[in-house]
């Protein structure tokens, strides 16, 4: 009996519904996530309020709509960012020579070698903090795991037989890396950067949470989990569905990217 991959059609429904949700919340809700009611604070979910209202008496439901945008564009912008010129400095180590590739290789472990929170606290610290301060310096951090598959990826190509021909007919360089290198080593790297992806949605937050993401009164999903901590006590849902959103978040892109992975690793076998 064929095995149906319900986990990966529900996981990607959601990265779908989020998806839209993150490009057009008006369409999940009309409610204006920073409009506050004094006579609603921290009222309970039900009525007019689905999920409830938080210290300021805000609609919990539309700035979970609203801040997915944030909360999502963090982890995909340091995603893309960190795919791009990772593979962009692989391949240059790869095709570029000995003394180009030792050099990237040692920046590249200079990088590895600080901290990962450490260098995103220097870049906030330099840049500000902010929602595209933040997916900088998750971007800077991950660079060079994808420059380092990359890499692995092209310098395994290089001796294939169709790679040789194509140097053989007279291609450039650039001509064989753009026709035949880079479409087989992406495949790796795009399986990468989606597993990826659901740890920078969690470091996006988690950089939201103590405050070096976006700023108030800006909905997002981390600094909702910040602004709910003093009200624990009495109140569970300001922290309760905004951590639920991060889960069903970063699940859904675990089972999608651990999907993709499986079928690379197949077609590589």
Same mark, same amino acid.
């Given at each position: 009996?064929?095995?149906?991959? !319900?986990?990966?059609? *529900? ?14 919340? #008006?369409?999940?809700?009309?409610? @204006?996530?920073? *409009? ?18 938080? /210290?300021?008496?805000? @609609? =919990? !439901? ?6 997915? #945008?944030?909360?999502?564009?963090i ?9 791009v ?16 590739? /030792?050099?990237l &290789?040692?920046?590249? @472990?200079?990088? =590895? ?22 997916? %900088?310096?998750?971007?800077?951090? &991950? %660079? ?9 990826? %092209? ?6 037989? !169709? ?5 053989? +007919?007279?291609w450039s360089?650039? /001509? ?5 290198? $880079?479409?087989?080593? $992406?495949?790796?790297? =795009? ?5 990826? =992806?659901? &740890?920078?949605?969690?470091? #996006?937050? &988690? ?7 976006? /700023? ?14 003093? +009200?624990?006590? +009495? ?7 905004? #951590? ?20 690379? @690793?197949?077609?590589?076998?």
């Amino acid at each position: 009996m064929r095995h149906r991959p !319900y986990g990966l059609w *529900a996981g990607t429904a959601i990265l779908v519904v989020l998806a839209v949700m993150a490009v057009a919340p #008006g369409l999940f809700t009309a409610t @204006d996530p920073n *409009a506050a009611d004094v006579e609603a604070i921290l009222q309970a979910p039900g009525g007019s309020h689905w999920l409830g209202t938080d /210290q300021n008496g805000r @609609d =919990l !439901y539309a700035r979970i709509v609203y801040g997915a #945008g944030p909360s999502l564009v963090i982890g995909a912008g340091a995603t893309a960012a960190a795919l791009v010129v990772g593979t962009l400095l692989g391949i240059a180590a790869a095709q570029s020579g000995r003394v180009v590739d /030792q050099v990237l &290789s040692r920046l590249l @472990d200079v990088v =590895l070698s600080v901290p990962g929170l450490l260098l995103v606290f220097l870049v906030v610290a330099v840049l500000g903090p902010g929602g595209t301060t933040a997916a %900088v310096g998750l971007a800077v951090v &991950s %660079v060079p795991g994808f420059a380092r598959m990359a890499r692995a990826e %092209v310098i395994g190509l290089r001796g294939h037989p !169709y790679v040789e021909a194509a140097h053989g +007919f007279g291609w450039s360089r650039p /001509q064989v890396i753009a026709r035949h290198v $880079l479409p087989n080593a $992406l495949g790796p790297v =795009l399986a990468l950067a989606t597993v990826s =992806l659901g &740890s920078m949605i969690v470091a #996006g937050s &988690s950089l939201s949470f103590v405050g070096l993401g976006p /700023q108030p009164p800006t909905a997002e999903w981390g600094a909702m989990l910040a602004g709910s901590r003093e +009200f624990l006590a +009495f109140a569970w849902w300001p922290a309760a569905f905004p #951590g639920a959103a991060i889960t069903m978040a970063v699940l859904a892109v675990t089972v999608v990217g651990q999907h993709l992975q499986r079928s690379v @690793d197949r077609r590589q076998r």
